[in-house]
């Protein structure tokens, strides 16, 4: 029985123009920059080091895509591991790329405003909530091809799966999205919200569990 989210909490249609708006103004982020998103705490197995990587090698081999990268995480108490990614910054040459939030409180504007979604794990995480909440709402999602992304993307139609750890093909996998057309974009997300309704609502994940009770 696989996990399940809220939809009703992740829906882009809930999401007001104006919320946008004051977020990316909170964030000080252009209008015209394209907005990567890495959410998740910060901590090595997400793979913020190897992200990093990906985006000096995106900045140096597409220098004509203007985009911010945003990681959304707390560290925890990982102070030495976030001087560890800030220096990482500083060495990638990407400080005027990347953007450290450390909390939001309402999540599915920071997916809303967002062009994609990365999911850089290093390690297979049993589920994944950043991949189907991403495709719930209606964003191509980039992740790992290792845990349970595997299950919860369909590669090529709902999102897309690298080779884990290996920053070369995260780098031209963003190029690669970044370069697609609006419509495309726009059809990845309403296979992705498709995708999540039928294997990853909730209420789904709640029946399934109760009937099994039931049988036994």
């Known amino acids: 029985i696989f996990r399940g989210i ?4 992740f829906d882009p249609k809930k999401i007001k123009l104006s919320d946008k708006m004051l977020l990316k103004k909170k964030w000080k982020i252009d209008e015209d920059k394209k907005i990567i998103l890495l959410p998740g705490r910060l901590t090595s197995w997400k793979g913020q080091e190897m992200f990093l ?16 990268a945003i990681i959304l995480g707390n560290d925890q108490g990982r102070n030495v591991y976030k001087k560890k990614l800030l220096r990482l910054v500083d060495q990638y040459r990407v400080i005027n790329e990347v953007l450290f939030i450390e909390k939001i409180e309402l999540m599915p504007i920071a997916y809303e405003i967002s ?4 999911s850089s794990s290093i390690e297979p995480e049993a589920f994944g909530r950043v991949a189907v909440e991403a495709q719930a709402m209606e964003k191509p999602i980039i992740a790992s091809n290792i845990g349970g992304s595997n299950e919860t993307i369909i590669d090529g139609k709902t999102g ?4 884990s750890g290996n920053s070369n093909k995260l780098s031209e996998k963003m190029e690669e999205i ?14 992705g919200r498709k995708n999540v309704i039928t294997k990853f609502n909730v209420e789904k994940m709640c029946f ?3 009937s099994e009770y039931k049988k036994l």
């Open 6 to 9: 809220n939809l009703e909490y």
């Open 53 to 68: 990587e990906a985006l000096g090698k995106l900045k140096k081999n597409s220098p004509n895509i203007n985009f911010i």
């Open 115 to 118: 062009d994609i979604v990365i």
């Open 160 to 163: 897309f799966l690298f080779e």
């Open 178 to 191: 970044l370069s697609l057309s609006e419509l495309t974009l726009n059809g990845i997300g309403t296979e």
């Open 208 to 210: 399934s569990t109760y």
